[in-house]
């Protein structure tokens, strides 16, 4: 696939310094007819046509915009690779029938790419190599899928179809052997010898003799499931109804092996090839529509459908075991599951670490003593038995006490002490290779009107506010 | 299948106008304490609706903590707040464990509000404390439908005085104890559907984990002189 997006209609280059001369990199299709070609001298090119417009390329650009192109053809396959500076290859084994066939996924695919303004060639073949010669030299479009048949297309091609260095097309021709048809049924031997061993690779790729695997981009979940809709939807009621369908269809792959979505990522493909993507967690194993359209329905507000989106993927990428017959489950662990979903919803909205429980950790230094845990985490520890600690914990704030020690000034309010008890001496731990806190005296002080304060005096002598009963 | 009697029709009738739900009464959360109880509907803090807290906000933590904690029918509470300061050390010595409470945070009072009615609704054997700023009367309805859905017991600590749809309202301030500890002193305002009120002091019994009605400090002292 070749990207020629031209700011103008005219004549049109791109160019690149290469070993200190401006040549053309990449040309437009007028320039072509005019008799340009990539890898020109500009100032050959500028003679010629003298009012060729030409860009400087951006070739890391360029990489970036193909990898987003590979992304957005994950709508078409899961398997997609990024092929060398131009080209996109995937594996569409078993995904045509979703698109109508070989013939109507490639109109589609045509017509996708035009929209977006990127000029393809493609091809659909039994191998990547095939593919690879038939849209660069050949006619583009399907081949055969029987090799034979392939062979009386792929024959006439020219030896560079089958993607070897330059040397060794070059060599070929000196021999006069300039088309595929002319080496492919000679003896492999004497080739082998001349040419070297990667020559009988690369032929045997093209006749799909030999594999030649294609690495996914993204690690491929399992569990997924996709829509392509035949007119792209923009509003969230249109987005709602395919999730509904794409959650009812991952909920049955999933019941099928018993298991329940931990992690869930819905993707949209957008008509101008943008890709958009959300995910959302789940405390426990689900594999309840409803329950997981709730998590959905925040989230999908960040969806930007633009001029609207012709693909969705939903895919779950973890799944755990989810016990099968929850109906005859333990009316507790019925209320569990609905509280884990509740959790869940709450967690969308308010962000998943700030809904959570607390766990003991037997430490005495108060603002080190309890962790957070994820709210469905199990508890293993129990709590210490402390001394009367406070319902609030404040960071310590200082607080004047008078001299005569029977009141004391805090968020400048002068609060008359009633009452103490105390103290009780905490010293710090080690940590992180030094104490976290100096030793402090705590006392609990209960003020005339009856509010009761957890206050320290610090190893220094000052004294801090640090809690409320 | 679904007729119902005239009377249980009837019934219901009365239930929606004057919002007090029959099925709340018997599995209501009594205070434990049979003076407060007993001006109450159902003898108790009604399930299926919320209850309001106004007063002083140690005051109201450590008696809903308190509340909660001797409330063995309470499987779990969830507790929204706006800061980041509860401390589950404090709230275990009251009664609630740590593996009772979940916390919700959120800074936006919005978002609390939201999270106290989804909690509502998906909470049938637990209880939501929400602290909020304040809220308005559709606010505080849709609360209550969402209490009523499941017969869930909400408490929202609020420092308004708007129009409310809550069962009860409720002042908590501290009050002067013997020997520094937890004590309360309860007013309650206003009873949806009832005229009652009162005010009391209430201690906490550390050894049965619960309420004591006590006289105020400076009349047990005054006892003590004479």
């Given at each position: 696939m070749r990207r020629r997006n031209s700011p103008t209609t005219g004549p049109f280059a791109l160019t690149q310094?290469?070993?200190?001369?401006?040549?053309?990199?990449?040309?437009?299709?007028?320039?072509?007819?005019?008799?340009?070609?990539?890898?020109?001298?500009?100032?050959?090119?500028?003679?010629?046509?003298?009012?060729?417009?030409?860009a400087p390329a951006d070739p890391l650009g360029d990489q970036a915009a193909l990898e987003r192109l590979a992304d957005w053809c994950c709508r078409w396959s899961p398997t997609v690779q990024v092929d060398g500076a131009d080209g996109i290859v995937m594996d569409v084994y078993g995904v045509t029938h979703l698109f109508g066939g070989e013939d109507a996924m490639l109109q589609q695919m045509r017509a996708s790419?035009?929209?977006?303004?990127?000029?393809?060639?493609?091809?659909?073949?039994?191998?990547?190599?095939?593919?690879?010669?038939?849209?660069?030299?050949?006619?583009?479009?399907?081949?055969?899928?029987?090799?034979t048949a392939a062979f009386e297309s792929l024959k006439d091609l020219p030896v560079a179809a089958l993607?070897?260095?330059?040397?060794?097309?070059?060599a070929l021709n000196g021999l006069g052997l300039k088309t595929i048809g002319s080496i492919a049924n000679m003896a492999r031997g004497p080739l082998a010898k001349r040419f070297g061993q990667g020559l009988l690779a690369r032929i045997d790729m093209l006749m799909a003799r030999q594999p030649e695997p294609i690495t996914p981009r993204v690690p491929q979940a399992p569990w997924r499931s996709r829509a392509n809709l035949v007119e792209p939807v923009s509003t969230r009621d249109a987005i709602d109804t395919v999730l509904d369908y794409?959650?009812?269809?991952?909920?049955?792959?999933?019941?099928?092996?018993?298991?329940?979505?931990?992690?869930?990522?819905?993707?949209?493909?957008?008509v101008d090839g943008d890709i958009q993507t959300i995910r959302v967690g789940t405390s426990y194993p689900s594999r309840s529509?409803?329950?997981?359209?709730?998590?959905?329905?925040?989230?999908?507000?960040?969806?930007?459908?633009?001029?609207?989106?012709?693909?969705?993927?939903?895919?779950?990428?973890?799944?755990?075991?989810?016990?099968?017959?929850?109906?005859?489950?333990?009316?507790?662990?019925?209320?569990?599951?609905r509280f884990a979903e509740l959790i869940d919803r709450l967690q969308g909205r308010l962000g998943a670490r700030n809904v959570f429980r607390f766990e003991p950790l037997g430490r005495h230094t108060p603002e080190n003593a309890f962790a957070r845990l994820p709210p469905m985490a199990r508890s293993n520890r129990e709590m210490p038995d402390y001394d009367p600690r406070p319902t609030r914990l404040i960071s310590p704030e200082p607080v004047e006490m008078e001299t005569t020690g029977d009141a004391f000034t805090w968020r400048r309010i002068r609060r008359r002490i009633a009452m103490t008890a105390g103290p009780e001496r905490l010293h710090g731990e080690w940590k992180n290779g030094g104490m976290d806190i100096a030793g402090r005296d705590y006392f609990q002080v209960e003020d005339e009107v009856g509010r009761r304060y957890w206050l320290f005096r610090s190893s220094a002598g000052d004294w801090f506010m640090h809690g409320i009963f | 299948m679904n007729q119902l009697s005239p009377l249980t029709d009837l019934r219901s009738k009365m239930e929606r106008i004057t919002g007090i739900s029959r099925r709340a009464a018997v599995a209501g959360v009594p205070i434990g304490v049979a003076e407060i109880d007993a001006l109450l509907p159902g003898r108790s803090l009604a399930r299926g609706g919320f209850h309001e807290l106004l007063g002083d906000q140690g005051a109201i933590t450590s008696f809903l903590a308190a509340l909660l904690g001797h409330q063995k029918t309470i499987q779990h509470v969830l507790w929204i707040t706006p800061s980041a300061d509860l401390y589950p050390g404090g709230f275990a010595q009251l009664g609630l464990s740590h593996r009772r409470m979940t916390i919700a945070w959120t800074r936006q009072t919005d978002n609390r509000l939201w999270a106290a009615e989804e909690a509502l609704k998906?909470?049938?054997?637990?209880?939501?404390?929400?602290?909020?700023?304040?809220?308005?009367?559709?606010?505080?309805?849709?609360?209550?439908?969402?209490?009523?859905?499941?017969?869930?017991?909400?408490?929202?600590?609020?420092?308004?005085?708007?129009?409310?749809?809550?069962?009860?309202?409720?002042r908590i301030e501290p009050a002067r104890s013997l020997d520094i500890r937890p004590c309360w002193r309860l007013t309650l305002e206003r009873v949806r559907g009832a005229e009652a009120g009162g005010t009391w002091v209430l201690e906490f019994d550390n050894a049965?984990?619960?309420?004591?009605?006590?006289?105020?400090?400076?009349d047990r002292s005054l006892e003590a002189a004479e």
């Open positions: 310094a290469t070993a200190g001369t401006f040549r053309l990199s990449a040309v437009n299709l007028m320039a072509i007819q005019l008799g340009l070609k990539a890898g020109m001298p500009l100032a050959d090119a500028m003679a010629q046509i003298p009012r060729l417009v030409t790419f035009r929209r977006m303004q990127v000029t393809t060639r493609i091809a659909f073949a039994a191998s990547p190599a095939a593919a690879w010669a038939w849209s660069r030299y050949g006619a583009g479009g399907s081949l055969p899928e029987d090799r993607r070897i260095d330059h040397d060794i097309v070059d794409l959650l009812d269809a991952l909920c049955k792959l999933l019941a099928d092996e018993h298991l329940g979505a931990r992690q869930l990522a819905l993707t949209a493909f957008r529509p409803k329950h997981l359209k709730r998590l959905f329905r925040d989230p999908l507000d960040s969806i930007a459908p633009g001029f609207g989106i012709e693909s969705f993927t939903l895919e779950a990428l973890t799944a755990d075991p989810f016990s099968a017959d929850q109906a005859s489950l333990e009316a507790t662990q019925q209320d569990d599951s | 998906d909470m049938p054997g637990g209880a939501v404390v929400a602290e909020v700023e304040q809220a308005d009367l559709t606010e505080t309805r849709r609360l209550q439908l969402a209490a009523e859905t499941c017969g869930s017991i909400g408490f929202l600590v609020r420092r308004d005085r708007q129009p409310s749809a809550a069962l009860t309202r409720w049965s984990l619960s309420f004591n009605l006590v006289a105020e400090v400076a």
